[in-house]
Structures are given as C-alpha cells and as structure tokens.
C-alpha cells in the first residue's frame, strides 16, 4: 500500500487535514462524498499518481479534519473550504474530481470561482430533479436512518463490519472497504446538530441549476444506474443539459451510486479519456 505525505491548513476556524501524492505535476483535488474521507479516493488518486500532483482533504466532520462544534455544514462552507485548500497550497488551477457531495462542492468552486478550476470530473452530483416532490416525512426518516447506520457501524467490530460490508458491497475491492469503514469511524457525529432532517444536507440545498449555468470549464459527468442506487436519472440528466449544455454526460451501466468502487476500469477509462484532451 502506498503511503502519502499527511498534512493540515487552517482556514475557517478549521484544520483541514489532506493527503498529497506530490511532484511537479498538474494538480487534482478529489473530493469525497458524504462520511467518506479523502483515502476513500485512494484507487483512483494510485491511478493518477504518475501524471498529477493528487491532493485528498477531508471535508469538515470528516476524517481527521478538526472541525470545531458549533461550525456550520452548508454547500458554501464546503466550497469555500475547498478555495481554502487551493489558494493555500498555492495550485494552479487544479482539476476538481469530486463523488456525491464532493461532487456538488467541485461544482459550486467552479462556479463561484472559475478562476481557479481548470476542469470538472463529477461522480454522481447528488442532484435530484427541480420539480421533484417535496416530503417532509421521508426527508425525517432518511436522517434517522443515516444517524442510525452509522451509531450502528461505531459500534460493530471490526470484522463484524467488514462482514456486513462485503455482503453490502459485493462488487467493492477490499482496497475501497479499508478506507470506507475507516471514514465512518472518524466521521464526526457532531454533524447532525445541523441537519434538522435530510433537506438541509448541503447537496439538497444547493441551487444546483444556476450552479450548473454559471460552470464555464470543460466538465464530464459521470452517472450510472438508477435501478442500482444511482441518484442522477433522465430527468436531472435534461435539466443539466439545458442549463449547460456543454456539460459531457456519460453512463455506466451495472454500476449504482458508487460508480469507481463497482466498475473502477470503466470509470477510470472515461475519467483518462476526459483528461487527456484538456
């Protein structure tokens, strides 16, 4: 396994801690969906490694990031986090790869400051559809449902989990299991003092179609299965391109929401694609 140089900025009342491959090469940031952290990208970022300098933050409430108690959880504090990183490290222009909602932040950045994003891979932005009804009641239940899992994970041992994850996860590497079962150890349970139910997560508060519009960078999105978990169907699919219809979409098929963890090759196939005709 390989191990990468450990290392923290501060920035908003923050100590944001990040991972980094390293080397005179373009920089790519990836940045991990909700109770990953950024070793959760490790498969992808050993892919990369050759070619760019890697850098994997974890988000606030996430991994070994230190996030004090009263710091809010909104898609702003996660982009403006992200600006953070960048503009402290000093990287030029980096690409931003980011799954779920890492894959909002990316977008948000790009928008907000196209100055500093050369490109955007997305893995499954989680944006539902703009006309898509609204339910308080499920909204309740999906955060019970969240805060439950993971209180329960805490609690498991290690090879009780890795058990119900492998069950879980059948098409999972064991190199992507390590990481993840480690993320929800360190994710900070703290969180969910700010998520009243599951509509105020930073993602669904995101008005994501203006984000998209105002994305003047060259951005591949990456989507997948809806009957396998995938969050990103035909309807977001029409919305996105008619905010920005130079947006490249393409589908994975036999791959749910976690496109890289299911079919890792076929997602790294599209990503090198994507990249080399930057």
């Not at 491959?21 to 490694?49: Q, S």
């Not at 986090?81 to 894959?103: R, V, Y």
């Not at 139910?197 to 519009?213: C, E, G, H, K, M």
């Not at 997948?224 to 919305?239: F, L, M, N, Y």
């Amino acid at each position: 396994m390989v191990h990468w140089p450990s290392a923290y900025i501060e920035a908003h009342g923050l100590t944001i801690h990040y991972l980094r491959t390293g080397g005179d090469k373009p920089p790519i940031i990836l940045l991990h969906g909700f109770y990953d952290n950024g070793l959760c990208w490790r498969r992808v970022a050993e892919a990369l490694a050759t070619s760019y300098d890697v850098i994997l933050p974890d988000a606030r409430f996430h991994g070994l990031t230190h996030t004090p108690d009263e710091a809010t959880f909104t898609y702003s504090d996660l982009a403006n986090d992200t600006i953070a990183l960048i503009e402290e490290l000093k990287l030029n222009q980096p690409i931003l790869m980011g799954h779920s909602m890492g894959a909002n932040t990316a977008a948000v950045v790009a928008a907000e400051r196209p100055d500093l994003v050369r490109a955007l891979v997305l893995e499954e932005p989680a944006w539902s559809p703009t006309n898509a009804e609204k339910d308080p009641e499920r909204d309740k239940m999906e955060l019970q449902y969240l805060q439950a899992f993971l209180t329960n994970q805490k609690e498991l041992s290690h090879a009780e989990r890795l058990d119900e994850a492998e069950f879980a996860q059948p098409l999972w590497s064991t190199d992507d299991l390590g990481p993840w079962m480690s993320a929800q150890d360190q994710f900070d349970m703290a969180i969910f003092a700010h998520i009243p139910d599951s509509s105020y997560l930073p993602w669904r508060q995101t008005p994501w179609i203006d984000i998209v519009a105002r994305i003047i960078c060259p951005t591949l999105i990456v989507t997948a299965d809806q009957k396998r978990g995938a969050i990103v169907g035909e309807a977001t699919i029409s919305e996105i391109l008619k905010a920005n219809p130079r947006c490249q979409i393409i589908n994975i098929e036999q791959a749910g929401h976690n496109i890289r963890r299911e079919r890792f090759d076929d997602y790294m196939h599209h990503a090198d694609h994507f990249l080399k005709e930057l």
